[in-house]
């Protein structure tokens, strides 16, 4: 729902009199109408909106993201379904072209996304003029990208270079001469093998 929608339904004034620009209210409403702000929005609307008078465009969207991590703590309430239900990620393209990422992971999926981050994370060296060290939200956006680009490359079949494989029917006698540097694995079947390099 855009601001405007959004805006008639909550009859809000400030929106409707010209004293909320488009951009605050849509700022408003990105962040009430996720993961179930609405309750906590109805109880400190007029702080929100005396802010909004107040502030500019920059620092408004600075206050309201301050007022989503102190609602979304509150609506914490340590139920795990209630936790759970909240996960979500929103996307924004920019003027820019750069896409903007906001949101929350449920405990086991942000568990899996920091441990295959520190897996990934190598900083940068200090010493290069060339190519000064990347910030850690930089090297975060960089392992997101990354990530992507690798679930795009398995869609395609085309995941790195390909393993070679090689199927053979074999008995003990010529199995025992296989050369050292294989590795041999059982498979499915009687006496069937599979042979790759490693």
């Not at 620009?21 to 400190?44: F, I, M, N, Q, T």
């Not at 072209?97 to 449920?106: H, P």
């Amino acid at each position: 729902m855009r601001w405007d929608g959004w805006c008639g339904r909550r009859h809000l004034g400030g929106a409707q009199d010209g004293r909320l620009s488009a951009a605050k209210a849509e700022v408003l409403a990105a962040a009430v109408l996720a993961k179930g702000r609405s309750p906590l929005y109805e109880r400190d609307e007029a702080v929100l909106l005396r802010a909004a008078e107040r502030l500019s465009n920059h620092e408004f969207a600075q206050a309201v993201r301050r007022w989503v991590h102190l609602a979304d703590d509150e609506l914490d309430n340590g139920e795990p379904a209630a936790a759970f239900a909240r996960r979500g990620v929103s996307f924004a393209r920019l003027a820019s072209g750069n896409l903007r990422i906001s949101g929350e992971l449920d405990a086991t999926g942000g568990a899996m996304v920091e441990a295959a981050f520190a897996a990934f994370d190598h900083p940068d060296p200090v010493d290069d003029d060339a190519c000064p060290p990347r910030s850690m939200p930089q090297r975060r956006a960089d392992f997101l990208a990354a990530l992507a680009a690798r679930v795009l490359a398995d869609a395609d079949g085309q995941a790195g270079a390909p393993t070679a494989t090689v199927d053979v029917i074999i008995d003990v006698e010529r199995l025992a001469a296989v050369p050292r540097g294989l590795h041999v694995a059982t498979r499915p079947g009687p006496r069937r093998l599979r042979v790759q390099p490693g």
